[in-house]
């Protein structure tokens, strides 16, 4: 059964705390500093309902009334405050993947292997046993391709290029923004979690390879 023809296994104030609770956990990874990142967990499909966190929020003081709950076009329905202004940016990954949250980081690693990679468009993870931890994935002989996108303010035609990136690459877990971020997706909150903390590992380790091989 598709995503489209059922709700998401998301039970609205209960997953906005336990979303507080890994933002919270994220922060302390230095993964969130000041206001960077963005989380949105979907409520329902029929009528569309996504909670997503407010624009501006310092995330070591998140809280559950800095969540904004949005109807598919982006317009608030409920809470105080501007949605985060890459709330197209998650609508874009719902209305192409079977997914139940999407989460944005802004760590270092990303941030630095998003301009390194950005020429060739991404880059292959394989060989590693963290692999296991995303969905689907029964071995380390994986070969996980990260795509990366051009960043841009323009947000309506960056989301479209995130549309198009998912339909390129239907089996990637997420994608990075150059010079910006990670996004991914699972199809509940903890699946969500699991993803950036394996993910995020995945890149350090690339990174601080990449260095070391360069000092020596």
């Not at 979907?42 to 109807?71: C, N, Y």
């Not at 795509?147 to 990637?172: C, F, G």
């Not at 010079?179 to 903890?190: A, D, K, V």
């Not at 699946?191 to 950036?196: F, L």
Request: with cysteine; glycine share 10%.
């Amino acid at each position: 059964m598709s995503m489209a023809q059922r709700e998401t296994p998301c039970k609205g104030k209960e997953d906005i705390n336990a979303c507080v609770g890994v933002i919270r956990s994220f922060y302390d990874r230095g993964w969130l500093l000041g206001t960077a990142g963005n989380f949105s967990v979907l409520l329902s499909r029929g009528p569309f309902r996504l909670v997503i966190t407010a624009s501006g929020i310092d995330k070591g003081a998140i809280a559950p009334e800095h969540f904004l709950q949005l109807d598919a076009l982006g317009n608030v329905v409920e809470g105080i405050g501007r949605p985060t202004a890459e709330s197209g940016l998650h609508l874009a990954v719902l209305e192409s993947v079977n997914a139940g949250a999407v989460f944005h980081t802004h760590s270092i690693w990303a941030t630095i292997l998003s301009i390194i990679h950005a020429s060739n468009d991404g880059f292959y993870i394989e060989g590693y046993e963290m692999l296991k931890g995303l969905h689907g994935v029964d071995t380390h002989a994986h070969r996980e391709w990260i795509p990366i996108i051009e960043n841009s303010q323009d947000i309506p035609a960056l989301s479209d290029r995130v549309r198009k990136l998912i339909a390129e690459n239907p089996k990637a877990h997420g994608f990075l923004i150059r010079g910006h971020g990670l996004y991914t997706w699972g199809e509940t909150i903890q699946e969500t979690k699991r993803h950036v903390e394996i993910i995020e590992f995945l890149l350090e380790v690339i990174g601080r390879h990449r260095t070391m091989l360069l000092e020596t």
